[in-house]
């Protein structure tokens, strides 16, 4: 099956630093990837869809300068929180959607920022 | 706004017992997606259900679908420990770009 990781699996960083998040498909290419955003207990949040050379599509109230989202290949989207805050701290999952349906998810990344 | 509501939100069984969730949802989908998550992990696919089809089976898993009242079930048959999981549903609807809209998710515990 379709298989999707992102690295690091979990981060902590020091309030003001930036983090890069690397979500790749690794047995598909994938046009359009997505970025969620899920604080605990709680469901995924859309931040973001990605699609390979072009902007990032942001979804209401996600700051685009504060997340920013490469799309650089068919199988490599990155999210990069710049300026890293302790309200960023969030378990974010990328996912990459495959004909147009079925979407497979990665891992997740934990990020703390203290 | 989320499209999907999940009810309930958490639901206790003893293992070998039959756990049921259900979404409802309020614009027209081309297809519903379930998904299960592990706490602190990412999703896993567990069935599609497309507009136009009432009823799907994978293993213990049995999802129907209702259009005329905006709802999907979820049934996990003989459950077991390993089924512990959260479980969402999520839509794939025309007003919202064909992107996944998440439900709240049903927090599933399998007592052994």
């Known amino acids: 099956g379709a298989v999707v990781s992102q690295h690091p699996s979990w981060v902590i960083c020091k309030s003001g630093t930036s983090v890069k998040i690397e979500c790749r498909s690794l047995d598909f290419q994938a046009t359009t990837m997505f970025w969620y955003r899920q604080f605990p207990k709680q469901s995924l949040m859309l931040m973001a869809t990605?699609?390979?050379?072009?902007?990032?599509?942001?979804e209401q109230g996600v700051e685009k300068d504060k997340f920013l989202i490469n799309h650089a290949s068919l199988t490599l989207s990155t999210l990069t929180v710049t300026s890293a805050h302790p309200e960023d701290s969030s378990f974010y999952i990328c996912?990459?959607?495959?004909?147009?349906?079925?979407?497979?998810f990665g891992p997740g990344t934990r990020l703390l920022v203290l | 706004s989320q499209q999907g509501e999940e009810d309930p939100q958490a639901l206790s069984i003893q293992e070998g017992e039959n756990a049921t969730m259900n979404c409802s949802y309020k614009?027209?989908?081309?297809?519903l997606q379930w998904y299960r998550q592990n706490s602190g992990r990412g999703l896993v696919h567990l069935i599609l259900i497309r507009s136009n089809e009432r009823e799907k089976h994978s293993g213990r898993l049995r999802v129907t679908l209702d259009t005329s009242k905006k709802s999907s079930s979820l049934l996990i048959t003989a459950s077991r420990a390993a089924d512990t999981a959260s479980y969402f549903c999520?839509?794939?609807?025309?007003?919202?770009?064909?992107?996944?809209?998440f439900g709240g998710g049903t927090r599933v515990l399998v007592k052994p």
């Open positions: 614009t027209s989908i081309n297809n």
């Open positions: 996912s990459a959607r495959v004909q147009q349906e079925t979407q497979y």
């Open positions: 990605s699609n390979e050379g072009s902007k990032a599509t942001y």
């Open positions: 999520a839509t794939d609807a025309p007003a919202a770009g064909n992107k996944l809209t």
